[in-house]
């Protein structure tokens, strides 16, 4: 069975400050990844996709940035926080194309900037 | 860019009543897919119905694609029931998955 993994489970951060979110799928091989993010009371927004090892593509311009640097890891992160930054962060994952196929979410990321 | 429509925003039930979601969106899609976000965030996947009628338990989805509308029919609803109903688009022309505003249903013992 796959498991999806998300790290750190929540995390209060400075702004300014660097952040890296993780995300480790086990129990399938090239998986379609997604980052996904959501304001306190907001909508669910996707932020970036990947179909491979070392290929991501941005959805939404949030100063945020994103690597797959294994098969099995996606990686979010910026080098500098802003306030808006704070909300929920979610990394999924799905066997065929999204456009075809159901994808699956990890437990995700709680961020507080302060 | 495409947009999708959920209602209505918040729903009341007595257990043991049914309950229907709508979602409509703007543009044409290949992918449909209803989420329960449960109070503390989480997502678990419910029914992917691109087009047509699934079931599943007491899940019934109902898709209209040249009507873009889905349907979430919930039967003899539980207080565990309770959370937040999502759609999500993906759009048959972009690679970008769309989510909808979402239902909060609150089920009553």
Do not use: M
């Not at chain 1, 995300?23 to 932020?47: D, E, H, M, R, V």
């Not at chain 1, 970036?48 to 940035?65: A, H, M, R």
């Not at chain 2, 873009?68 to 993906?90: E, F, V």
């Amino acid at each position: 069975a796959q498991t999806i993994h998300q790290w750190p489970v929540a995390e209060i951060k400075a702004v300014g400050s660097p952040l890296s979110l993780g995300c480790t799928i086990k129990g399938k091989s090239s998986p379609n990844l997604y980052w996904y993010w959501q304001a306190t009371g907001g909508t669910l927004q996707q932020l970036f996709y990947s179909i491979t090892v070392g290929q991501v593509e941005s959805v939404v311009q949030l100063n945020l940035s994103a690597s797959r640097p294994k098969d099995d890891q996606f990686i979010l992160s910026t080098e500098k926080l802003l306030l808006s930054h704070s909300g929920f962060y979610l990394c999924a994952w799905s066997r065929g194309l999204f456009n075809q196929d159901t994808q699956y979410f990890g437990p995700g990321t709680r961020l507080l900037v302060l | 860019g495409q947009q999708v429509q959920q209602s209505p925003a918040s729903l009341v039930l007595q257990e043991g009543e049914n309950a229907e979601l709508q979602c409509n969106f703007s543009s044409t899609a290949t992918q449909l897919q209803w989420f329960y976000q449960s109070p503390g965030g989480s997502l678990v996947s419910l029914l992917s119905n691109p087009s047509g009628t699934k079931h599943t338990g007491r899940l019934t989805s109902t898709t209209v694609t040249k009507e873009r509308r889905s349907s979430l029919h919930i039967s003899s609803s539980q207080t565990t029931d309770s959370g937040t109903y999502l759609c999500a688009i993906l759009s048959s022309n972009t690679n970008k998955v769309v989510f909808g505003t979402g239902t909060r249903l609150q089920v009553l013992p």
